[in-house]
C-alpha cells in the first residue's frame, strides 16, 4: 500500500468516530467517552447549575399554602419582594421569647411574620392585636429567610426598628442603675446585657448611635424578651452624655482592670449609679475614662487576666444593686 493510500484511509477512519455536538466536533477520546458530565462544566453562555440542596427546595414546603399566595414549585413563596437577600435579613426577630415579647409591645411597628402552624398554637393570644402581613410556613422556609445558624424555633418576625428614649425621661427620677456601652457592638454581648438591666432593675441603657447593633436578630434573641422591657437610649457621643448625667446627680463608674479601688469601695453608699462598660481588649476609650467620676476593678484572686463583658457586667450590677437596695 502506497503511504497516499494509507493516509487517505486513515483520514476516513478518524471522521467515522467524530461527532459534531453543537456546532463542535468530539473525537473518540473526548470527555463524553471518558465519562465526563456536561452538567459538570461550564460555557461561557451557560448558567451555572443551582447548588441548593434538593431536600429545601423540593417536597418539604409542598402543600402549605400562606396568606400571599402558593408556594413556588422550586421552593420559598412567589411574589415576595425581598426574599432571602441580604438586605431582608436585617430587622428580623426571632425566636418564641423575643417574637412573643416584640408581638406584645404597642410600641413596636410589625410587618411580617412568618411562622409555622405549631408556633402559631404557642403564641396564641399574642397574636390577637397583630395587624402585619402573616405566613404560615415549614420551618425551612424560615431557615432561608433568615441568617445562616439563626435558631427561630418556628418564627420570624420583621419589625420597624425600636423606637429610643429620651434621655432626660429616663434618669428621672434620680436614683437607681444606668448602664452604658462604649463601643460594645457584638449582638450576643448587647442581648446579654439587655438581659443583665432586666435582672437587676436597671433604667436603661445607653449606647452611640453609630456603633450599636440594631435591636433585632441575635441581639433579640440571647435578650429572650428584656429588649421590649428594658428602655434604651442612642446618644452620639458617650463622653458628653456622662457629663450630662453628672450634672443630673448621677455618679459615673467606669470598669477598668487596672483601676485602684474595687467595685465593693466604688458603690459604698449608692444610690444613683452610671455603669460604662467598654468593649473587651481595648476597654474604655480615653475620653470616656477621664469623663467618668471613678474607675473600679472587679478582684480576682484566681489570677484570669480578665472576663468576658457581659459577665464583669453582672458583677458590678449585683454590686451595684444590693448597696442601692440593700435587700440583695
Known sequence: MSKRTRNKNLTQNTGKNRKK????????N?????GWNPADSQTNDSKPASKRPLSRSLGKSRGIKTHAGQLNPRGGVANRAGFGTNSSKENWIWGHHAVKAALENPRRTHQKLYITPKMQERLGDSLKDYKGELFKVHPSEIDGILSDGAVHQGAALKSAPLPEHDLDAIAEPVKGLIIVLDQITDPHNVGAMFRLAAAFGARAI????????????????VAVGTVETVPHVLVTN??????????????????????????EQAFQRAEAEVIVMG????????????????????PMPGGAESLNVSTAAGIALYEAARNIDGDI
Do not use: F
Open 30 to 34: 473526548s470527555p463524553k467517552n471518558s
Open 238 to 263: 458617650i463622653a458628653n452624655t456622662l457629663l450630662e448625667l453628672q450634672k443630673m446627680n448621677w455618679r459615673v463608674t467606669g470598669l477598668a482592670g487596672e483601676a485602684s479601688i474595687t467595685l
Open 206 to 221: 445607653i449606647m452611640q448611635t453609630r456603633n450599636a447593633p440594631p435591636l433585632a436578630g441575635a441581639v433579640t434573641k
Open 21 to 28: 455536538t453543537g456546532g463542535r466536533e468530539q473525537g473518540t
Open 279 to 298: 468593649a473587651e481588649g481595648p476597654g474604655l476609650r480615653k475620653r470616656v475614662r477621664d469623663c467618668c467620676d471613678q474607675l473600679a476593678k472587679i
